[in-house]
């Protein structure tokens, strides 16, 4: 593989922090540029340790910044490829306010686009999510013929995305590929989400919010396998292909709170059903077999080693986590859980 510049947009954020750890400690042919707004998702101490590293620059910038603006930037940086992580992630606030997610996901996503279009980039790659082909019942698995079904606003922005994206390929041939990736735990997670919310509860002897039953299933994917699936569809896709990444591990929530419970030994009298999110989806589950078998990606770990390593991150990484749940984080938590 050639000399790789990349523009990674939302890299400040859960994966694409993660995704650039990766290249710049393995990939020493890469350079780095992260494009990010600093949302209230987005933290500079994430990637702390390269704030000085020779292949890598921050950027504090918007994806819906004017086209203009994002060229400049793949021309001054000599961009070849682009990597959008760049969102509004959590389905709870996509309920509560939806437009953001609109503004962010689907026109911030065309504005790259556009960009990448004209500057003809060798590869667009567009971070997207399970979440776009619905709700499954018990049986079955979302593959990549699985038509788009979207039930939340955020599913329904990231479907839209993926859609322009497409069209951009039909319309201008510009070369790009679709990742839909299942749910995501590990290191940097932010405490909206249900694994480490839940560890930051219990650490702090917090009721664990569990929406209606808690029997609803995710196939949870530990974050450095999908930044290594990523990975290898940027080195070997061929453009216009899609590819659903995920790690065969679904779970009922109410399992995986138990076992966190377990591992750091706190009790289930913690556990507190509140009120169901609307239109919960009520089960996800991927099959990655065309990723596995055309590009050769497997998982390095199973969910039981995956979460082990993540409580023991949060465990010995308590100032980040207190840092993060501090200020704003009180007043969200106060709106989403206080009534519920
Ligand atoms: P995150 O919310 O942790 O991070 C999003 C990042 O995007 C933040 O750094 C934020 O500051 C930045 N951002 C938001 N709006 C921006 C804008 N207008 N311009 C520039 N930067 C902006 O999200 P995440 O969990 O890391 O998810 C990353 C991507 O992966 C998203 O596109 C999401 O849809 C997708 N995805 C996530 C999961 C998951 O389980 N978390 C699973 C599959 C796919
Ligand atoms: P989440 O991490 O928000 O991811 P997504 O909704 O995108 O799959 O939620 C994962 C599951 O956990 C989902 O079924 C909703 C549930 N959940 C709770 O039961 N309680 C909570 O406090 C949160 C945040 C999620």
Redesign the pocket.
């Known amino acids: 593989m050639t000399m790789k510049n990349i523009l990674v947009t939302g890299g400040a954020g859960f994966i694409g922090s993660n995704f650039i750890r990766m290249v710049l400690t393995e990939h020493p042919d890469c350079f780095v540029v992260n494009l990010d707004k600093l949302t209230y998702a987005g933290n500079l101490e994430n990637l702390a340790e390269f704030h000085h590293h020779d292949r890598y620059q921050f950027v504090h910038g918007d994806i819906c910044d004017s086209p203009l603006a994002v060229k400049f930037l793949l021309d001054q940086c000599q961009i070849d490829t682009i990597v959008n992580f760049a969102a509004e992630s959590?389905?709870?606030r996509s309920i509560t306010g939806p437009k953001i997610f609109i503004e962010t996901n689907v026109a911030g996503t065309l504005n790259l686009l556009e960009a990448a279009r004209d500057k003809k980039v060798d590869r667009f790659l567009q971070v997207s999510t399970d979440?776009v082909y619905g709700s499954l019942g018990s049986e079955g698995k979302f593959t990549e013929q699985t038509p788009l079904s979207p039930n939340s606003p955020?599913s329904a922005s990231k479907a839209a995305a993926d859609h322009l994206v497409r069209a951009f390929g039909h319309t201008w041939g510009l070369k790009y590929n679709i990742t839909r990736c299942s749910?995501n735990y590990g290191p940097y997670q932010f405490p909206?989400?249900?694994?480490p919310?839940?560890i930051h509860n219990a650490l702090h002897d917090k009721e664990l919010?569990?929406?209606?039953d808690?029997m609803?299933v995710?196939d949870w994917l530990y974050v450095y396998d999908h930044c290594t699936a990523i990975w290898c569809v940027l080195d070997q896709a061929p453009p216009g292909e899609i590819y659903n990444i995920g790690g065969c591990n679904e779970k009922a929530?109410l399992d995986v709170i138990n076992l966190i419970l377990g591992r750091v030994g706190k009790p289930t009298t913690l556990i507190r059903h509140v009120k169901d999110?609307p239109g919960?989806?009520r089960r996800?589950a991927i099959d990655a077999g065309k990723i596995m078998r055309q590009l050769g990606w497997k998982p390095s770990v199973t969910f039981e080693q995956g979460i082990a390593r993540t409580i023991d991150w949060y465990l010995s990484n308590g100032k980040w986590l207190a840092n993060v749940a501090s200020g704003q984080y009180q007043q969200y938590y106060e709106k989403m859980?206080g009534n519920r």
């Open positions: 959590h389905v709870d979440e955020y749910n909206e989400k249900l694994i919310l839940m919010p569990v929406y209606g808690g609803q995710r929530n999110r919960h989806d996800y859980y």
